[in-house]
């Protein structure tokens, strides 16, 4: 697998949009504070990184692989904390 210029540039991508995503996780771990996520929009948005994922290993992208699996755990948390901290149910 060569590195070249475009899979840089995706590799700054997946760190910047993937490292914007993990103070939420953190802030709702600290606070279970979950009551503006939406549960269904949550469970879409995990559903689209996985096949993200699925599809950046097909391609062989070291950029989508790694930022989709980070992405993959944090919002698998970020699902984890709404279930388990929701009021309303």
């Known amino acids: 697998m060569v590195i070249d210029y475009i899979e840089i540039i995706g590799l700054i991508a997946a760190v910047l949009t993937t490292?914007?995503?993990?103070?939420?996780?953190?802030?709702?771990?600290?606070?279970?504070?979950?009551?503006?996520?939406?549960?269904p929009m949550f469970l879409i948005f995990f559903i689209g990184i996985i096949f993200w994922l699925i599809y950046g290993i097909l391609v062989k992208s070291i950029a989508m692989i790694l930022a989709n699996t980070i992405?993959?755990?944090?919002?698998?948390?970020?699902?984890?904390?709404?279930?388990k901290y929701d009021k309303r149910q």
Do not use: M
């Not at 995503?21 to 504070?33: G, S």
């Open 71 to 83: 992405t993959v755990i944090s919002s698998f948390l970020l699902l984890y904390f709404k279930i």
């Open 19 to 39: 490292s914007a995503f993990l103070p939420q996780v953190y802030k709702t771990w600290k606070t279970r504070d979950v009551s503006s996520f939406s549960l």
